[in-house]
């Protein structure tokens, strides 16, 4: 039996949201690189123009935080509607087997239908078996043909240096 409540994360849970950020970084083995402030995450997703959206999932017994789900909108050129990505799904170590991933999931997967979202995407580390074994029984596609690309620090800094300078802004 699939226990607990979800809801949308309110201001009064940055600090909660930001821990299991932590926990997850270092779960994954990157602690170092989870740098993101409370400031930050307040504004993310409290500030005038949110970039990310989060819910929090929490214990029936005794309404502790146990989890969050971390998303963002994304829009597809070749469905030319809007889909979810989801940048963080975690749920503490103590409290996993009790359905509140699946809890998390269940009520993204809802919002993206709510909202016409027709694809709902997220990534997972190719080491984490047991994660990988539970998105499968929940019927998720594995898209293996595909490789995440990433540009940062310098790389990302000489490539700007190049841009040509057309006074083109896309935000």
Not at 1 to 15: C, E, K, L, Y
Not at 35 to 46: G, H, P
Request: charged share 25%; aromatic share 10%.
């Amino acid at each position: 039996m699939i226990s607990g409540m979800i809801r949308a994360a309110t201001v009064h849970d940055i600090a909660e949201i930001r821990a299991m950020i932590r926990e997850l970084a270092d779960y994954e083995r990157a602690v170092e690189q989870a740098r993101a402030t409370e400031e930050q995450l307040r504004e993310a997703l409290f500030g005038e123009h949110p970039a990310a959206y989060a819910l929090i999932a929490e214990d029936d017994d005794n309404g502790r935080t146990v989890g969050f789900a971390l998303w963002f909108p994304r829009f597809s050129t070749w469905t030319g509607t809007r889909g979810m990505h989801l940048e963080d799904l975690y749920v503490r170590p103590d409290a996993r087997g009790a359905g509140h991933g699946k809890n998390l999931l269940a009520s993204l997967a809802a919002l993206c239908l709510k909202n016409g979202y027709e694809r709902f995407e997220w990534w997972v580390l190719a080491w984490n078996e047991p994660t990988i074994a539970f998105y499968k029984s929940l019927g998720v596609e594995l898209l293996d043909e595909w490789k995440v690309c990433r540009l940062s620090g310098d790389p990302l800094g000489e490539l700007a240096a190049q841009a040509p300078d057309s006074g083109a802004s896309a935000a």
